[in-house]
């Protein structure tokens, strides 16, 4: 009888649940190891006074496929909701609300009553707006040559000046990308628009978790990789991984594990020392990848003072802000906001007091009923590296999963998806690593899991829960 192959994936987060999942099917021995003591990675929840807070609100698109696959593996889909249509309420202090709303029309006819309509901007700003979208739909997103350019520069010989930016490119830039477009590639810019907004006109109808991250992803991810007879060991920390012969050794804190292949699914920067030795021509380059934070400040009220679930703030340092009560179990009567910050540079450096001092007033704008709410929770979590920084000349810092040593491949959010750094990213490098992985193995490659696509969209239309 011939021995299993082996493979040890480093990483529990979503790249490494999909890689050891897809390695497992296809008949190999696999070891996870995680050095936290739960699955999930960047995306996780924590209790604090009974309820359960999420470290930031995750987002996806109905475009996402593979991580919405997954979610089907896991049998998460009861989690989360799609829009039935790409719908945002935009919120300016002292104007009305109003909704960015796709039509049913085909892409990219789509989005330009929403963009007519769209008080912002003036109404020669609009048409502006439709002659660069337009441009946007149109450029070559495999050009390696958008990479070496902002998304503001290109924007700007574009006509669109610092209001269109401001009130309208960034509310879809920030959240996707982590930068502002005055910072971020074209290259990604690019892929961003087009993939979710202007290739087919249901792409970007947005997914929400409706329940928490914990129920969603980490704790169905054990019971998916367990199901599997995946070895997911927590609390162990991989410190090096070495070759021994025409296999590697991971070492980590109860001594060494022995594969066949390994799949490092671990932040850049952790990636970089851990393959350094191994992989010295590549590994370097990584850590110049940088990264971008990400803030969430978790406001309880003790009432009601916002009535949408999901909003976007335009001329307010509120970006976006989400009704977490129901998710979270927030005390009855309360109503709990999570006001999600991308790029939050400026912020990371601010005390809890200066963002309580910055974001209450601020949301009083936004919310008349706030005014005389009183705040029974104020907290903030931040994450300080929660996404590689996709500036100009990041393309080619990314890695493809396959490297120069078979049975050692990369997978995570960061490496060569030609996605930012999202959920749908690390999902898909998860895939790809397991590929580079089962064929220096010559093991059959499964097929990819079969999402009930069916059910799924019946679920994602559920109202949220
Ligand atoms: C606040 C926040 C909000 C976000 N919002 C969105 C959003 O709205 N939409 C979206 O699509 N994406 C969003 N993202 C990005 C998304 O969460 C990430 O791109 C994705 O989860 C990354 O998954 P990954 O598996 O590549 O990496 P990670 O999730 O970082 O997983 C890597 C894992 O490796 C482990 N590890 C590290 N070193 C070792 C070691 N030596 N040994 C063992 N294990 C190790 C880590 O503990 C971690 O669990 C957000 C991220 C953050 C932080």
């Given at each position: 009888?011939?021995r299993a192959r082996r493979v040890v994936v480093v990483g529990g987060g979503l790249a490494g649940i999909t890689a050891a999942l897809?390695?497992?099917?296809?008949?190999?021995?696999?070891?996870?190891?995680?050095?936290?003591?739960?699955?999930?990675?960047?995306?996780?929840?924590?209790?604090?006074?009974?309820?359960?807070?999420?470290?930031?609100?995750?987002?996806?698109?109905?475009?996402?496929?593979?991580?919405?696959?997954?979610?089907?593996?896991?049998?998460?889909?009861?989690?989360?909701?799609?829009?039935?249509?790409?719908?945002?309420?935009?919120?300016?202090?002292?104007?009305?609300?109003?909704?960015?709303?796709?039509?049913?029309?085909?892409?990219?006819?789509?989005?330009?009553?929403?963009?007519?309509?769209?008080?912002?901007?003036?109404?020669?700003?609009?048409?502006?707006?439709?002659?660069?979208?337009?441009?946007?739909?149109?450029?070559?997103?495999?050009?390696?040559?958008?990479?070496?350019?902002?998304?503001?520069?290109?924007?700007?010989?574009h006509r669109q000046g610092p209001e269109a930016v401001s009130a309208l490119w960034d509310l879809i830039a920030l959240p996707t990308?982590?930068?502002?477009?005055?910072?971020?590639?074209?290259?990604?810019?690019?892929?961003?628009?087009?993939?979710?907004?202007?290739?087919?006109?249901?792409?970007?109808?947005?997914?929400?978790?409706?329940?928490?991250?914990?129920?969603?992803?980490?704790?169905?991810?054990?019971?998916?990789?367990?199901?599997?007879?995946?070895?997911?060991?927590?609390?162990?920390?991989?410190?090096?991984?070495?070759?021994?012969?025409?296999?590697?050794?991971?070492?980590?804190?109860?001594?060494?594990?022995?594969?066949?292949?390994?799949?490092?699914?671990?932040?850049?920067?952790?990636?970089?020392?851990?393959?350094?030795?191994?992989?010295?021509?590549?590994?370097?380059?990584?850590?110049?990848?940088?990264?971008?934070?990400?803030?969430?400040?978790?406001?309880?009220?003790?009432?009601?003072?916002?009535?949408?679930?999901?909003?976007?703030?335009?001329?307010?340092?509120?970006?976006?802000?989400?009704?977490?009560?129901?998710?979270?179990?927030?005390?009855?009567?309360?109503?709990?906001?999570?006001?999600?910050?991308?790029?939050?540079?400026?912020?990371?450096?601010?005390?809890?007091?200066?963002?309580?001092?910055?974001?209450?007033?601020?949301?009083?704008?936004?919310?008349?009923?706030?005014?005389?709410?009183?705040?029974?929770?104020?907290?903030?979590?931040r994450e300080h590296a929660a996404t590689f920084r996709p500036s100009p000349g990041s393309a080619a810092r990314r890695p493809t999963?396959?490297?120069?040593?078979?049975?050692?491949?990369?997978?995570?959010?960061?490496?060569?998806?030609?996605?930012?750094?999202?959920?749908?990213?690390?999902?898909?490098?998860?895939?790809?690593?397991?590929?580079?992985?089962?064929?220096?193995?010559?093991?059959?490659?499964?097929?990819?899991?079969?999402?009930?696509?069916?059910?799924?969209?019946?679920?994602?239309?559920?109202?949220?829960?």
């Amino acid at each position: 009888m011939t021995r299993a192959r082996r493979v040890v994936v480093v990483g529990g987060g979503l790249a490494g649940i999909t890689a050891a999942l897809e390695c497992a099917d296809a008949g190999a021995a696999v070891t996870l190891v995680e050095v936290r003591r739960r699955l999930g990675g960047a995306a996780y929840s924590f209790e604090r006074e009974g309820m359960t807070f999420d470290n930031g609100q995750h987002v996806f698109l109905r475009c996402c496929t593979a991580y919405r696959a997954l979610l089907g593996r896991m049998g998460s889909e009861r989690h989360v909701r799609i829009q039935p249509r790409l719908e945002i309420p935009v919120l300016k202090p002292g104007a009305r609300p109003v909704l960015l709303r796709r039509s049913r029309l085909p892409a990219p006819l789509h989005l330009a009553g929403a963009l007519a309509r769209y008080p912002h901007l003036s109404l020669a700003q609009r048409l502006r707006a439709g002659l660069a979208a337009r441009a946007l739909g149109n450029l070559d997103a495999g050009d390696g040559a958008l990479d070496q350019v902002t998304l503001g520069e290109w924007l700007s010989r574009h006509r669109q000046g610092p209001e269109a930016v401001s009130a309208l490119w960034d509310l879809i830039a920030l959240p996707t990308l982590n930068l502002p477009a005055a910072s971020a590639s074209l290259l990604l810019g690019a892929f961003v628009f087009q993939t979710g907004l202007l290739s087919s006109a249901d792409a970007g109808d947005i997914g929400f978790h409706s329940g928490t991250l914990a129920e969603t992803i980490s704790e169905p991810a054990a019971g998916a990789l367990e199901q599997a007879g995946v070895d997911a060991r927590l609390g162990w920390r991989a410190e090096s991984v070495q070759r021994q012969g025409s296999a590697f050794v991971v070492a980590g804190p109860e001594g060494g594990l022995i594969a066949d292949a390994v799949i490092v699914a671990v932040p850049h920067a952790r990636a970089a020392v851990l393959l350094q030795s191994l992989l010295p021509a590549s590994a370097p380059a990584w850590a110049g990848l940088g990264s971008s934070p990400i803030i969430n400040l978790h406001v309880v009220y003790d009432r009601r003072v916002c009535e949408h679930a999901f909003l976007a703030g335009v001329g307010t340092p509120v970006q976006y802000v989400f009704d977490r009560s129901r998710a979270a179990r927030a005390p009855v009567g309360c109503q709990y906001l999570a006001v999600s910050l991308s790029a939050a540079e400026r912020e990371m450096a601010m005390s809890v007091q200066a963002l309580r001092e910055r974001y209450l007033p601020a949301l009083e704008e936004l919310f008349g009923g706030a005014r005389g709410a009183r705040v029974v929770q104020f907290r903030v979590t931040r994450e300080h590296a929660a996404t590689f920084r996709p500036s100009p000349g990041s393309a080619a810092r990314r890695p493809t999963a396959r490297t120069s040593l078979p049975g050692l491949a990369l997978a995570g959010a960061w490496t060569d998806t030609g996605w930012p750094a999202t959920l749908e990213g690390a999902v898909r490098s998860g895939h790809a690593a397991a590929n580079a992985a089962l064929h220096a193995l010559e093991l059959e490659h499964p097929e990819a899991p079969a999402s009930d696509s069916a059910a799924f969209a019946a679920s994602a239309r559920v109202p949220s829960a």
